[in-house]
């Protein structure tokens, strides 16, 4: 339970850095970008959110690791929306003084699919974002972008390109047989992972996720014997017991050097 103190204390170094507005720059750490995109043929719109990171900074995937800062999405200015569902391009595993965390440096768009209450009408994307940016600190970051979605539009190769860039389905991957063994521990459980998947290449990193935001995660202990992935995490939840978890929600993403899978579920042995 060390590493979740760390992170605790690591907090209260963070500096607030102004809000941001529509091209909003900060030169030192970042820049960023809504992309309007293009209409799809069933009527949704493929929007994007482009950061530009400076050289040596990082900001975080939608899990983000023992010491991350998850990014927060906020969507209620918006006119004629119905709902935005972010697509997460396949991140990259840093180590920092010996702590995991999982995100993106350069530069990465997040495909946005945006459907409108009525999609023969213009959506107004206003976004109000919340995310965090590392170099030696860590530094939450506030945006508030916009854009019109109006119309057919060209399709937008850095989309594109992000969208292919997503973790590939098991099915896709080669997944042949996957469960877990729950067990409760002191202050929550330890789920145990096995999977009989092929080697992606390289060192292969685990992400547990869970369909409760409140629930911390530990960083994943992985291990491969040939054909067969096992890890091992610990769940915490705020009240400090074991609780209910929903098999069927649990969602695994193994990462490696040039491939990932995501999977979705894992079922008692």
Known sequence: MMIKVFALAATFAIFAIPGFAQN??????????????????SGTYMAGLQLTLAPGWKTYWRS????????????????????VHVHWPTPAVFLTNGIQSIGYHGQVTLPLEVTALDPTKPV????????????????PASLKLSADLDGQGAQDATIQKAMAAQPKDASKAGLSAISCTVDPIDDGLKITATLQLPALGGAETVAFETDQPDIWVAEAKTTR????????????APTGAPFALDRSKIKLTVLADSRAVEITGCPAS
């Open 24 to 41: 909003s720059q900060h030169s030192d750490m970042f820049d960023a970008d809504l992309l309007s995109g293009w209409q799809t043929d």
């Open 64 to 83: 983000p690791g023992e010491a991350g800062i998850p990014p927060l999405f906020n969507w209620s200015g918006s006119e004629n929306l119905k709902s």
């Open 124 to 139: 107004r994307l206003h976004a109000a974002i919340e995310l965090g940016v590392c170099k030696d600190i860590c530094m």
């Open 225 to 236: 014997n040939g054909g067969t992935l096992t890890t091992v995490t610990d769940m915490v």
